[in-house]
């Protein structure tokens, strides 16, 4: 090729005593010697298309935070429903942490039930002025606040169709799993799981709640001070506790690995709670920054201990070893088995799907349960005569023997 150019580029690059105007010629007659035209066609044709391409995402991005909640706004108005106007990108989100922060600086006063302000502040806010069916945005997806009457009947409607909210980067640093699934990807894991939940296999699992409640309660014992008190922060105690009882009812003997797990968890949701107005962002999750590395980071470890824990629990498995009544064994069982509990074929999850339901077991179980205690013993605290009663209740029917499950029955006051 070089020998059909007028000049060398050794030529060029080390010019020789001749002006400047015409060694500048030279330069241009080279450039245009090798920009051939079919080369200009096929620039043409690859910046077009990549010009095509980006267009083409940018008119769907603008669609998606855009035009897309404009549509469907006018659409939730036309049937009637007031609430928020959407804001480009962010919605309401801004304004509901906002809110939040300034609602939780202030303390609720004593003996006080009215807790939507505190929890829920903007929402409340919303319901008051704009009913009690009315609209307000998470970002760009809106949220219709409904009577639970029409709740009941869109869940339970076999004819409907309810889309669940996809959020997949979030649900793969989180948890994905059956409560991400819809149709028949969610009919399948719900056979596999369900007979994990089987009440006959709860029951199994008392002595572990057991274990767990005892260690809490003695701790508590050993602090009390000289005049037999002792102030505690139940909040953290409980999330601790139920962190335990998921460790040891999911995995059993592997219950340090399962409480390294909920350690990581409770700091992924802590770091993505700080970030929901940023995680909004289209993209903002790849980015690499500092504080989603280590998101990816923790996601690494939790993957890595559940595959240990999955690969040595399948091998004992397969060499004749029992499911020892966990959730793992149990899940893992039924997944092997390749029926469901009504006899039909199910084909197995694969080794990341259980993954994925491992991980859901412990963010759907142990925020969920430890917030209903810390309510329960808000509650308590502000009735003492309730607590007198309960206490006396269970004191008549266990007496200082462990609870067993056939006494729940006759529960009243506790129930
Ligand atoms: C007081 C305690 C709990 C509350 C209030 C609660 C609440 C809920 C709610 C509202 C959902 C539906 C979420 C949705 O579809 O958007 C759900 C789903 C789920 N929960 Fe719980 N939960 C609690 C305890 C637990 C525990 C202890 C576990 C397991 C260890 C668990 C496992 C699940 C699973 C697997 C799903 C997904 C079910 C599916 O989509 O079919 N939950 N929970």
């Known amino acids: 090729m070089h020998s059909s150019l007028p000049y060398s580029f050794n030529r060029i690059s080390h010019p020789t005593n001749l002006p400047p105007i015409k060694r500048e010629r030279e330069r241009d007659m080279v450039l245009t010697a090798l920009i051939s035209p079919a080369l200009v066609q096929w620039s043409f044709l690859v910046c077009g298309s990549l010009g095509f391409v980006l267009l083409w995402q940018a008119a769907k991005l603008i669609d998606r935070l855009w035009w897309h909640p404009r549509r469907l706004e006018r659409a939730l108005r036309a049937e009637g429903l007031r609430g928020t106007s ?27 039930h009215n807790i939507a302000p505190l929890v829920a502040p903007l929402l409340h806010d919303i319901v008051r002025e704009h009913g009690k069916a009315c609209i307000c945005w998470f ?12 709740t009941k009947e869109v869940m339970s409607n076999k004819f409907g169709h309810f889309e669940k909210l996809k959020f997949p980067a979030l649900s793969r640093l989180l948890a994905g799993g059956v409560a991400t699934y819809e149709g028949e990807q969610w009919v399948k894991h719900r056979r596999i799981l369900n007979p994990a939940f089987h009440l006959e296999k709860l029951k199994l699992m008392m002595p572990a709640f057991s274990t767990c409640c005892q260690e809490l309660v003695s701790r508590w014992t050993q602090s009390l001070g000289s005049d037999g008190t002792y102030e505690v922060d139940v909040c953290p105690e409980f999330q601790r506790l139920t962190g335990d009882v998921i460790s040891r009812t999911a995995f059993g003997s592997n219950y340090a690995e399962g409480a390294r797990i909920f350690q990581l968890q409770s ?65 893992l069982e039924s997944n092997m088995r390749g029926t469901d509990e009504n006899g039909q074929c199910i084909s197995g999850m694969t080794i990341d799907e259980v993954v994925e339901e491992c991980k859901l077991f412990y963010f759907a179980g142990t925020e969920t349960t430890s917030i209903l205690l810390t309510w329960t013993m808000v509650i308590l605290s502000m009735h003492p005569e309730w607590q007198d009663r309960a206490r006396e209740e269970v004191l008549g029917l266990f007496g200082k023997n462990k609870i067993e499950y056939e006494g729940f029955g006759r529960l009243k006051t506790c129930r």
């Open 86 to 112: 959407y804001r480009f990108l962010v919605g309401d989100v801004i304004d509901y942490e906002r809110r939040s922060k300034e609602a939780r600086s202030r303390s609720m006063p004593l003996r006080c």
């Open 139 to 150: 970002g760009p997806y809106p949220k219709v606040i409904s009577d639970p009457e029409q």
């Open 267 to 331: 700091e992924q949701t802590a770091r993505i709670l700080a970030r929901v107005k940023k995680i909004i962002i289209p993209g903002y999750l790849s980015l690499p920054t500092r504080n989603n590395r280590r998101m990816s980071e923790i996601n690494n470890e939790i993957e890595s201990i559940l595959l240990n824990l999955i690969g040595e629990r399948m091998q004992a498995m397969q060499e004749g070893e029992n499911t020892k009544n966990d959730l793992l064994g149990l899940m």
